[in-house]
């Protein structure tokens, strides 16, 4: 069992930068794949960024490569995702997940078992 809290979200002006965290409890993160997903109004949930169990593989959106890093720290139980050069297009709920998987799996939502509730950016021009 894993509870996922998401926070630091928020509003802020682009192009400037904000960053996530994804608080776990219950279990350690460190068997777990963690994964970054949003959905904007109107919109599907997409994709955004993953990273393996120990940290050593990360898998981006193309949307986002060059712009956001998710990275983990398994001794404070949590992942982070930067948000660097935001623009109004990254506007959505984001959502933190767990995966009893690693690898490529991670870029699809069918594999992950645990989600946050979700926590609101927005970007203004």
């Known amino acids: 069992q894993v509870q996922l809290v998401e926070s630091g979200g928020g509003l802020v002006q682009a192009p400037d930068s904000l960053r996530l965290s994804c608080a776990a409890s219950?279990?350690?993160?460190?068997?777990?794949?963690m994964g970054w997903f949003r959905q904007a109004p109107g919109k599907e949930r997409e994709f955004v960024a993953a990273?393996?169990?120990?940290?050593?593989?990360?898998y981006y959106a193309d949307s986002v490569k060059g712009r956001f890093t998710i990275s983990r720290d398994n001794a404070k139980n949590t992942v982070y995702l930067q948000m660097n050069s935001l623009n109004p297009e990254d506007t959505a709920v984001y959502y933190c997940?767990?995966?009893?998987?690693?690898?490529?799996?991670?870029?699809?939502?069918?594999?992950?078992?645990?989600w946050g509730q979700g926590i609101q950016v927005t970007v203004s021009s």
């Open positions: 219950g279990r350690t993160l460190s068997s777990y794949g």
């Open positions: 990273i393996s169990r120990i940290g050593g593989s990360t």
């Open positions: 997940a767990a995966a009893q998987s690693d690898g490529s799996r991670l870029i699809s939502s069918f594999w992950y078992d645990y």
